[in-house]
């Protein structure tokens, strides 16, 4: 069972960046689509972005899609969420998932294992 562990969460102001990294244990990361979710105070869990087991397919929620950017390394089984130009509705727990049978990859029911969550919080 491949274990993921997230970091770079944190407090920015609105118009800032952040970086968030998923660290992933267990070889078969590299086979396995992988996404970001969130979930905003008092809301339920939702898509942030998706990408492909060789990292040459993207996928992205419509309120982020140009301002988040996700990528991975395969060789350093770590998965990124490039985030830029952040907005106070931005503020959530963002958590990294994988996905086993690289279907249903918009949805948090498609995913096979979880990391524990990253605290994101914009200021305005």
């Known amino acids: 069972q491949v274990q993921l562990v997230e970091s770079g969460g944190g407090l920015v102001q609105a118009g800032g960046s952040l970086r968030l990294s998923c660290a992933a244990s267990?070889?078969?990361?590299?086979?396995?689509?992988m996404g970001w979710f969130r979930q905003p105070p008092g809301k339920d869990r939702e898509f942030v972005a998706s990408i492909s087991w060789s990292g040459g397919s993207t996928s992205y929620a419509y309120y982020v899609k140009g301002r988040l950017t996700i990528s991975r390394d395969n060789a350093k089984y770590t998965v990124y969420l490039q985030m830029n130009s952040l907005k106070p509705e931005d503020t959530a727990v963002y958590y990294c998932?994988?996905?086993?049978?690289?279907?249903?990859?918009?949805?948090?029911?498609?995913?096979?294992?979880w990391g524990q969550g990253t605290q994101v919080t914009v200021s305005s």
């Open positions: 998932a994988g996905n086993e049978l690289g279907v249903g990859h918009r949805e948090a029911r498609g995913y096979d294992y």
């Open positions: 267990g070889r078969t990361f590299s086979s396995h689509v």
